[in-house]
Nanobody, 125 residues
Protein backbone atom coordinates (compact mmCIF):
# COMPACT_ATOMS: atom_id res chain seq x y z
CA UNK A 1 0.00 0.00 0.00
CA UNK A 2 1.35 3.38 -0.96
CA UNK A 3 2.21 5.61 1.95
CA UNK A 4 4.31 8.65 2.78
CA UNK A 5 7.40 8.66 4.93
CA UNK A 6 8.40 11.81 6.79
CA UNK A 7 11.73 12.85 8.27
CA UNK A 8 13.03 15.88 10.11
CA UNK A 9 11.46 17.76 12.95
CA UNK A 10 12.60 17.96 16.55
CA UNK A 11 13.15 20.56 19.25
CA UNK A 12 14.43 24.08 18.58
CA UNK A 13 14.47 27.41 20.35
CA UNK A 14 12.43 30.37 19.20
CA UNK A 15 13.91 31.77 16.01
CA UNK A 16 15.45 28.48 14.99
CA UNK A 17 14.99 26.49 11.80
CA UNK A 18 14.01 22.96 10.86
CA UNK A 19 13.39 21.12 7.62
CA UNK A 20 10.81 18.42 7.09
CA UNK A 21 10.89 15.95 4.23
CA UNK A 22 8.19 13.73 2.80
CA UNK A 23 8.47 11.04 0.18
CA UNK A 24 6.36 8.11 -0.99
CA UNK A 25 7.43 4.64 -0.02
CA UNK A 26 6.75 1.30 -1.63
CA UNK A 27 8.39 2.16 -4.93
CA UNK A 28 5.82 4.79 -5.86
CA UNK A 29 7.25 7.22 -8.38
CA UNK A 30 5.95 10.33 -10.06
CA UNK A 31 5.13 13.88 -9.05
CA UNK A 32 1.94 14.57 -7.14
CA UNK A 33 0.23 17.50 -5.48
CA UNK A 34 0.99 17.56 -1.78
CA UNK A 35 0.23 19.61 1.32
CA UNK A 36 1.63 19.98 4.80
CA UNK A 37 -0.73 20.17 7.77
CA UNK A 38 -0.15 20.50 11.48
CA UNK A 39 -2.12 19.64 14.57
CA UNK A 40 -1.48 21.07 18.00
CA UNK A 41 -2.91 19.43 21.14
CA UNK A 42 -6.61 20.09 21.45
CA UNK A 43 -6.84 21.74 18.05
CA UNK A 44 -8.00 20.68 14.64
CA UNK A 45 -5.59 19.74 11.90
CA UNK A 46 -4.81 22.86 9.89
CA UNK A 47 -3.37 23.58 6.47
CA UNK A 48 0.20 24.91 6.49
CA UNK A 49 1.37 24.85 2.88
CA UNK A 50 0.60 23.20 -0.43
CA UNK A 51 2.40 22.62 -3.70
CA UNK A 52 1.09 21.43 -7.06
CA UNK A 53 2.60 18.47 -8.87
CA UNK A 54 4.79 20.75 -10.99
CA UNK A 55 5.66 23.18 -8.22
CA UNK A 56 4.09 25.96 -10.22
CA UNK A 57 1.35 26.63 -7.66
CA UNK A 58 2.20 27.16 -4.00
CA UNK A 59 0.22 28.56 -1.10
CA UNK A 60 0.75 29.12 2.62
CA UNK A 61 -1.36 29.64 5.68
CA UNK A 62 -1.13 33.29 6.65
CA UNK A 63 0.79 32.82 9.90
CA UNK A 64 3.68 31.02 8.17
CA UNK A 65 4.05 33.26 5.12
CA UNK A 66 7.57 34.61 4.87
CA UNK A 67 8.87 32.04 7.38
CA UNK A 68 8.12 28.65 5.81
CA UNK A 69 9.00 27.48 2.32
CA UNK A 70 7.53 24.46 0.60
CA UNK A 71 9.48 22.97 -2.29
CA UNK A 72 9.88 19.76 -4.18
CA UNK A 73 12.58 17.73 -5.88
CA UNK A 74 10.77 15.66 -8.47
CA UNK A 75 13.88 13.66 -9.27
CA UNK A 76 13.78 12.40 -5.69
CA UNK A 77 9.97 12.37 -5.41
CA UNK A 78 10.42 14.41 -2.24
CA UNK A 79 8.62 17.46 -0.89
CA UNK A 80 10.24 19.67 1.73
CA UNK A 81 9.01 22.17 4.28
CA UNK A 82 11.75 24.54 5.35
CA UNK A 83 10.71 26.29 8.54
CA UNK A 84 12.56 29.38 9.76
CA UNK A 85 11.99 31.99 12.45
CA UNK A 86 10.08 29.37 14.38
CA UNK A 87 7.77 30.46 17.16
CA UNK A 88 6.32 28.57 20.14
CA UNK A 89 2.92 28.65 18.44
CA UNK A 90 4.37 26.56 15.60
CA UNK A 91 4.64 23.65 18.02
CA UNK A 92 2.57 20.77 16.65
CA UNK A 93 2.69 17.43 14.94
CA UNK A 94 3.27 18.05 11.25
CA UNK A 95 1.85 15.79 8.55
CA UNK A 96 2.34 15.59 4.80
CA UNK A 97 -0.52 14.39 2.65
CA UNK A 98 -1.24 13.48 -0.95
CA UNK A 99 -3.79 11.62 -3.01
CA UNK A 100 -1.22 10.70 -5.65
CA UNK A 101 -2.91 12.87 -8.24
CA UNK A 102 -1.51 15.50 -10.53
CA UNK A 103 -2.91 18.98 -10.53
CA UNK A 104 -3.31 21.35 -7.62
CA UNK A 105 -3.19 20.74 -3.90
CA UNK A 106 -6.01 20.85 -1.34
CA UNK A 107 -6.42 22.93 1.80
CA UNK A 108 -8.88 20.62 3.53
CA UNK A 109 -7.49 17.50 5.24
CA UNK A 110 -10.51 15.46 4.18
CA UNK A 111 -9.53 15.76 0.54
CA UNK A 112 -6.42 13.64 1.01
CA UNK A 113 -6.23 9.87 1.06
CA UNK A 114 -2.64 9.25 2.13
CA UNK A 115 -0.76 10.67 5.07
CA UNK A 116 2.71 10.62 6.52
CA UNK A 117 3.29 9.22 9.98
CA UNK A 118 3.55 12.67 11.56
CA UNK A 119 6.58 14.49 12.94
CA UNK A 120 6.74 16.41 16.20
CA UNK A 121 8.02 19.97 15.99
CA UNK A 122 8.55 21.68 19.33
CA UNK A 123 9.64 25.31 19.63
CA UNK A 124 10.73 26.38 23.08
CA UNK A 125 10.50 29.98 24.24
Amino acid sequence: QAQLVQSGGGLVHTGGSLRLSCAPSGGTSGSFAMSWFRQAPGKEREFVAGISWSGGSISYEDSVKGRFTISRDNDKNTVYLQMSSLRPEDTAVYYCATSFTVGNFYRRPGEYLYWGQGTQVTVSS
